[in-house]
């Protein structure tokens, strides 16, 4: 008794060409998914980081704006003058005038 035939199918070149493109695909595209997904979370976390470091320098930076208007008012120029010895003479101000 005779075996039926079987019929066999040739893969060509290209088509194996083709068959191994798609399965390298279908793995390396969520492998560059998960890996873009971190690399974005580092980045927001770096993001969010500066942002509060700026925070933190925007308020001393108005601290220091606070005291140096503080310093350079008329009552504190007069009471260091008065501490070095120093006495206010409005004759000797003189006013520029552009």
Request: glycine content about 4%; overall charge negative; aromatic content about 4%.
């Amino acid at each position: 008794m005779k075996k039926p035939k079987t019929k066999t199918y040739k893969i060509y070149r290209g088509e194996r060409i083709l068959t191994i493109l798609i399965v390298f695909l279908l793995v390396t595209l969520p492998i560059c998914t998960v890996l873009t997904k971190a690399v974005l979370s580092e980045t927001n976390i770096s993001v969010e980081q500066l942002k509060d470091k700026i925070e933190d320098q925007e308020g001393k930076n108005e601290s220091l704006s606070m005291q140096i208007d503080e310093l350079a008012s008329l009552d504190k120029i007069q009471q260091v003058a008065d501490e070095q010895g120093l006495s206010y003479n409005n004759t000797n101000i003189k006013n520029i005038n552009e």
